[in-house]
């Protein structure tokens, strides 16, 4: 790696305090040499109980152990006594594999998968991926993995496997089979993407997560669209895990001047400010886009914007892990991953296991959620195309699917998405078992489940069109070969 942000993060506040334990009184000073000692010798103490277990272990043990192992093991009991989910122990392999994880580095054909209505979909075929230079397109319906049937979801995990293998992937396209072998290999993906919105003047920029590149790319993507001419920003965070705090701090930079980025506290509970300085105002209407995978890093960022009155964020509550941690190497070449410092958001809200809640909630749905970020951003005419392996909005592709249901020649497209795209709120009556939708001038129209204009799937509502477009005539639909078109008329 070219940066190393948790171990330089680590460093800082560990000389600071031994600079401020310097200048004591003589006294204090031997008070604290005393306890020192006992200190040490408890540690010691501790020591040696491990090391009688161990010659133990060796003498009588009829199993055998292995010296390694047992020390291994042992630290991470020690650390999983934390009842910290965040903190852990990796050995060297284990840390590389979540160094690249961050970094947005895989070892795979390159292709993302859905599972639905018994087929396997190519979501996306990922740029420079071996599935990419093999030919792999988005849509494809994988039928077989090496000459066996696909039956269903844990089918995924045959595509998987070690770098430099073959994989042979057999498609079915536009009705066509097509057989491809495809040699999986490591590849790495930018952690940041973006573009400027078809007829309009809104960029969109994704951060996957933030890498040791992320505030590199972010600053490049950003220049683009601003010379595109951009005038709002929709910034997508969901589905980012976090990552280094420095990269989203970088970030901020590029949205504020300066001002409050995040409140930390370690061990002494004291509230201590992280700062923005230097940084530029972003001068344009901001959106963040969050759901429930958003976390960490990425919280940080969407709570600085929201406090500092700079965005709007649009999607659900986001996963609410406000803890930091540090990785500290050890003499054996593992590291320990520890939580050391909580944090708050500016105006100091500790959402840990709680998640920020969004100031516009769009729940369940991705394509429902762009969508209204889409609109809070000036976006003003949206024509969206979608199938259970894609998303298109304004003729620009997404991450995303949208899911149709046909029944006895009736069409049911998702209520979210309708919602959305009439900007309005749906409201699911269990009782009367009735659907309502009320739009952004507060015309609310009712779907009821036993006319048969609305349906309950996995606890997602589908209204049917035809019933939709006779309360809602402005808006505009069509259904060919598993697409579905929708749009309102202006």
Sequence with gaps: MKKNHFRKYAIIPLLALSLLGLPQAAGAAESSAVTNEAGEAAANSDLVV????????????????EREQFLENAIRGAVYSLDDPYSDYFTEEELQSFEEGLNQEYVGIGATLRYTGDKLYITDVLEGSPAATAGLKQSDIITLVDGQAVTGGED?????????????????????KLNFPIKRAHFALPSVTGMLIPSSKVG??????????????FAAELSSLREQGIGALVLD???????????????????????????????????????????????MPVVVLTNEMTASASEILTG??????????????????????????LSNGGSLKLTVQRYLTPKQEDFNHVGLKPDIEVGGSAPAQLITGLYQAGVRKIEL?????????????????????????????????????????????????????????????GFSKASKSVKVV????????????????ALVWSYKQGILQLSVKS
């Design 50 to 65: 491990l090391e009688e277990v161990l010659d133990l272990l060796d003498a009588y043990n009829i199993e055998g152990v």
């Design 156 to 176: 995924i995990a045959r595509i998987q496997g070690q770098e430099n293998t073959i994989v042979n992937i057999t498609v079915s396209r536009n009705g066509q």
């Design 204 to 217: 969109y920029i994704a951060i996957s997560s933030f890498s040791e590149n992320a505030d590199d790319e």
């Design 237 to 283: 965070l969901r589905d980012n895990l976090g990552g280094y705090v420095e990269a989203a701090a970088n970030i901020a930079k590029h949205f504020m001047k300066e001002g409050v980025l995040m409140y930390t506290a370690d061990q002494s509970g004291t509230l201590q400010p992280y700062t923005i300085e230097g940084g530029e105002n972003i001068g």
């Design 304 to 329: 600085a914007l929201r406090d500092n009155g700079i965005a709007k964020v649009v999607g659900t509550h986001t996963y609410g892990k406000a803890r930091i941690q540090n990785l500290f190497t």
């Design 385 to 445: 195309s979608g199938s259970p392996a894609s998303l298109t909005i304004n003729g620009a592709s997404f991450a995303g699917f949208v899911d149709v249901l046909e029944d006895d020649g009736k069409i049911y497209a998702p209520a979210r998405i309708l919602a959305a795209l009439v900007q309005g709120e749906p409201a699911w009556n269990a009782g009367a078992q009735k659907l309502t939708i009320t739009d952004g001038s507060g015309k609310t129209i």
């Design 458 to 473: 996995y606890g997602e509502s589908y209204v049917e069109l035809h019933d939709f477009q006779q309360k809602y005539p």
